[in-house]
């Protein structure tokens, strides 16, 4: 059975332009979160979906944006990038609308912005 | 709120010794709380979990974990440390009904032969 998949892996992107990041769900997974971790960080919260529902955002700009689609899986999209956006972007899912059962994380897609 | 507070930055252990890594968290009531292991390039794997109940629970890889209260501490340890557990490690807190975990900044892990 596939884990969490994300794509890309990495991607590099100038200031100012526009990004956005996939990821797939395991399979019977309802609900995907997306975090962000910088270099030397914890991972932070950005949003989370289920049932294609938005259920939680961060304490991040209105630059991030995300939806999920009927199959569940997920975009993260990220709006007029800064340098300070440049990170490792990981992808969590879950079978219920909490994390307290556990996430299974993708990969990540790694960031750089320059 | 909730937070997370993992003291050492880093910690190295020689292979064979035992490990221990320490968590602090920081929640008005009965926490939700997690280990996860991250490799080099790598995503965050569960190594183990408490809700409730027993406050020693056991994990994935060897890993044990004790949930004290009285310390607010959920440290992670294990008897013997492998080359293959060099890693960074994340301690998480959650809460109920929460749609997040608030993870600390991590303990990397290196282990000498």
């Known amino acids: 059975d596939a884990g969490v998949t994300q794509s890309p892996t990495h991607l590099i992107k100038t200031r100012g332009q526009q990004v956005t990041l996939r990821c797939s769900p395991i399979?019977?997974?309802?609900?995907v979160s997306w975090y962000q971790q910088v270099l030397g960080q914890g991972p932070q919260f950005i949003f989370q979906?289920?049932?294609?529902?938005?259920?939680g955002r961060g304490n991040f700009p209105d630059r991030f944006s995300a939806r999920q689609f009927p199959n569940y899986s997920s975009e993260l999209n990220v709006n007029a990038l800064l340098l300070g956006d440049s990170a490792l972007y990981l992808c969590a899912s879950s079978w219920g609308d909490s994390p307290n059962y556990g996430y299974t994380f993708g990969s990540g897609t790694r960031l750089t912005v320059v | 709120a909730q937070s997370v507070t993992q003291p050492d930055i880093h910690i190295t252990v020689s292979e064979g010794a035992s490990l221990e890594l320490r968590c602090n968290y920081s929640?008005?009531?009965?926490?939700?709380l997690f280990w996860y292991v991250q490799s080099p390039g790598q995503g965050l794997q569960l190594l183990l979990k408490y809700f409730s109940g027993d406050t020693l629970v056991q994990g994935i890889k060897g890993f044990e974990a004790e949930f004290k209260r009285s310390q607010s501490s959920f440290n992670l340890r294990k008897p013997s440390v492998h080359w293959s557990d060099a890693a960074e490690y994340f301690c998480a807190v959650g809460a109920s009904g929460a749609n997040n975990l608030f993870f600390g900044t991590g303990t990397r892990l290196t282990v000498i032969p």
């Open positions: 399979s019977g997974h309802k609900s």
């Open positions: 979906y289920y049932e294609k529902e938005e259920r």
């Open positions: 929640y008005g009531a009965t926490p939700y």
